[in-house]
């Protein structure tokens, strides 16, 4: 995957691509989200990561593209307002597990990219993603605490 096609997957996975008939806008990770989206698809987290792996260069670089910077952070943003909808309402197209699915998803995409932004190596950035794969919670906990120290 070239940088190019990397910051298209995240504006179609954000929804901020123009190019709103191609399938990738309404079947990408905020897309899936609106009522009419469906099911939660990991495959698009793992989109969206990979595309940070290849990117991870251009986030930690002095001049950042203020659009690949919004269309992650859009991502996450927006996520998080469709789990946690203001006023305490209830937001009924997402089960309590999605839920539980879709904020462990953008608290690691939030902390590589905060990880990025501050200049970490690849190793620090990733570490929770890395551990994600690994399917290790215990993993994650320990990831945490050796970035405390």
Known sequence: MTKS??????S???CRNINVEDPRWEFGFV?????SGGELNEDNFI???ES?????????AE????????DITSIIHLTRLWCMPPSGTVNTNVTAHEQEQLLQWVEIIEKTLFYLLDGADEEIAFQDY???LQDSS????????LRML
């Open 5 to 10: 096609e990397a910051m298209e997957i995240l």
């Open 12 to 14: 179609f996975h954000s």
């Open 31 to 35: 897309g899936r989200l609106r009522p």
């Open 47 to 49: 989109q969206i990561m």
């Open 52 to 60: 940070i792996r290849i990117l991870r260069d251009d986030l930690s």
């Open 63 to 70: 001049m950042i593209s203020k659009n690949l910077v919004y």
């Open 130 to 132: 890395d551990c994600y």
């Open 138 to 145: 215990e993993q994650l906990l320990k990831a945490e605490l």
